[in-house]
């Protein structure tokens, strides 16, 4: 969903952004991020997902460098408020340059230097349908695994609308 608004506001050469050693639902939204690159007929590389510190100067540097993207996808609001002040260190204009979203909605996501586009997830019910789940598995220890699916929404926030970059 994320990755999809990037592309409806013009990005043509979105990047995703995670830390080394993530955890392991980044590589589901690194799935969800490419597939939506792919259906959409766009340009996609390996080299557009980046494992990088995102406060590192150096690797954002090489990243803008060799992929130079138009837009950012992050795995998560912390990664993308990190790489929104680093890009702004090396004077790259949120949203003129390049257009960045997160995930999570975290409470300090309107309040970054740009207002963050995010993808809102149902915290309370993620820890009540947790805690569902491990009641019903103490009581029935045999219960096969499952996944449990909560429905998010889309945050559009000045990150990711505005001039955008030229064509």
Avoid at 29 to 36: C, K, N, W
Avoid at 122 to 146: F, S, T, Y
Wanted: net charge neutral.
């Amino acid at each position: 969903a994320i990755t999809s608004h990037l592309l409806e506001v013009g990005c043509h050469r979105t990047a995703f952004v995670c830390r080394p050693g993530s955890a392991p639902t980044v590589e589901a939204r690194i799935a969800g991020y490419r597939e939506a690159i792919l259906d959409s007929h766009g340009e996609w590389e390996p080299k557009f997902v980046q494992r990088i510190a995102p406060w590192d100067q150096d690797a954002v540097k090489e990243m803008l460098k060799t992929v130079k993207p138009d837009g950012i996808v992050c795995a998560n609001d912390f990664t993308a408020a990190n790489l929104m002040k680093t890009l702004g260190a090396l004077g790259v204009r949120v949203p003129d340059e390049i257009r960045l979203a997160g995930i999570d909605d975290v409470k300090y996501a309107s309040l970054l230097p740009v207002p963050l586009t995010t993808i809102h997830q149902p915290c309370e019910k993620m820890g009540a349908a947790a805690v569902a789940a491990m009641v019903q598995r103490i009581r029935n220890p045999d219960l096969p695994a499952r996944d449990i699916l909560l429905d998010f929404h889309l945050v559009v926030r000045e990150s990711t609308v505005g001039n955008g970059p030229s064509r």
